[in-house]
């Protein structure tokens, strides 16, 4: 079992920059890819990014690509995502996932419980 807790959502103004952060508990010797969903009022849960085990493999939604960037620190068992120029569009609940033996591009089964987002005009 993996636990994981998602923190570092609030308001934003449009252009400004926020970073989440999930901490991650339980199994966590396992090597997991990691990845961060976002889910909008009446829309489906969408990939956002992704880091493999080893962080040297990653990837991006076409609509964050350039503005977002994903990162890990093992050591702390904690996965981020810096988001800058942020975008009314981004508003959303954002969810950590794990994907055992994934490179980061998957669903897995392992969800945090979300923290929002609100990018304000």
């Known amino acids: 079992q ?4 998602e923190s570092g959502g609030g308001l934003v103004q449009a252009g400004g920059s926020l970073r989440l952060s999930c901490a991650a508990s339980g199994r966590t010797a396992s090597r997991y890819g990691m990845g961060w969903f976002r889910q909008a009022p009446g829309k489906e849960r969408e990939f ?3 880091i493999s085990w ?6 991006y ?3 964050v690509k350039g503005r ?3 990162s890990r620190d093992n050591a702390k068992n904690t996965v981020y995502l810096q988001m ?11 969810y950590c996932n794990a994907a055992l033996n994934g490179l980061g591009n998957t669903r897995g ?3 945090g419980q979300g923290t929002q987002v609100t990018v304000s005009s």
Request: charged share 15%; hydrophobic share 40%; no cysteine.
């Open 68 to 70: 977002f960037t994903i």
């Open 2 to 5: 993996v636990q994981l807790v």
């Open 48 to 50: 956002v990014a992704g």
């Open 109 to 111: 089964k392992y969800w």
């Open 54 to 59: 080893s962080g040297g493999t990653t990837f």
């Open 84 to 94: 800058n120029s942020l975008k009314t569009e981004d508003t959303a609940v954002y």
């Open 61 to 63: 939604a076409d609509s």
